[in-house]
């Protein structure tokens, strides 16, 4: 435990100075600090060096979106309902992060195989939910369906956001 409080305080006192020379040498230095703080973040080591599982405050968080806003279709163990809903437990599904970011702002329609079964409806667009709320929520569904502790942050759904 000690020893992945060392790698975590190395990790951000090693950050530091890296973020601010770049804030000063570039032109924009509001835009430079923006952008080397998402990288901090985005970083392997800032988020999931030491194979951590997402906070806990993410997933209490998650679970309550997805109850909300995802339960009624995809059900509550994430299996979903056969021909209609797809499962959350797709492990390729599952990994593509931009994907799974883009899915829950614009929606999904058209044919697609999940766990080798076709689905072929029509999944609404949730971009009314907050980044922290999708970011929650997507990590809640990978960790909890598919086994999978590699976390999204806000910062990914509003880069995601603005293109
Ligand atoms: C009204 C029903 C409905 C709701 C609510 C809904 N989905 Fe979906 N979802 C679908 C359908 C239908 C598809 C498949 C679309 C297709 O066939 O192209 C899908 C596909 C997906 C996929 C990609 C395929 C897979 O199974 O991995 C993901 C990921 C997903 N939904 C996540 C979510 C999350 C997260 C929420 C809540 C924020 C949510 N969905 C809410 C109906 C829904």
Redesign the pocket.
Known sequence: MNFCYFLLLAAITSCQPVSKDAADTAGNKAAAEDSSRLQEHLSPAGKDSAGKSPPDSTLILGKK??DS??????QSDGN?VPG???????TA??ADEE??IE??LE??????T??GKT??????T?NF?KDKE?AS??SY?RYTFGDNKDYILPEEVSARREN
Do not use: E, F, R
């Open positions: 979106i997805y806003y995802c339960l009624a279709c995809h979903g209609m809903y797809p499962p959350l437990t797709d599904w599952l994907k799974l899915i829950v929606g999904l329609s058209g044919s697609i999940v766990n689905y072929n409806q029509m999944m609404p949730h939910l999708i929520v997507l569904v």
